[in-house]
């Protein structure tokens, strides 16, 4: 169970995904290959870690226009929720997870108020033990949530 919803942090989704290729809202259409991807998001905001529960829910009913690029991916048959890894933290880690993650990024996506490259990656294989170890590495201590 994702909370206490109102603690601020950081969070990333795992996806797993068929090949396809998107439209994806200013990037156009973005070419997707099978397998896993990673998208590094900020819980800083007024409601804390409580936008992981839209994430899921979104993922689970659909049924919501698209706002953010991640939603574009998370309401496509293509892609599955698989996994929530979080942690609570008033640092800003956002943009240090994502250059941890470099390899493989989808540019562009999830970056539009930062300087990053991309905040949306691509793996072949399940990543949640690589995950975990770069929430360890901040020194936090990850709460994981398969989604089923």
């Excluded at 396809?20 to 900020?42: K, T």
């Amino acid at each position: 169970m994702i909370g206490p919803v109102k603690d601020k942090g950081v969070y990333c989704l795992i996806f797993s995904n068929q090949q396809c290729n998107l439209r994806i809202g200013s990037l156009n259409d973005v070419n997707f290959e099978a397998g896993y991807h990673i998208y590094v998001g900020s819980a800083q905001g007024t409601g804390g870690l409580k936008r992981l529960y839209r994430h899921v829910t979104l993922s689970k009913e659909g049924g919501k226009k698209a706002r953010w690029h991640v939603d574009h991916i998370n309401l496509d048959g293509h892609f599955k929720l698989v996994c929530v890894i979080y942690a609570s933290t008033h640092r800003k880690l956002e943009c240090p997870f994502a250059n941890s993650l470099r390899s493989k990024p989808v540019n562009g996506f999830g970056c539009s108020d930062c300087a990053c490259r991309s905040h949306l990656f691509y793996r072949c294989s399940d990543p949640t033990d690589e995950v975990v170890e770069v929430f360890k590495n901040y020194g936090l201590k990850p709460s994981i949530e398969k989604i089923v």
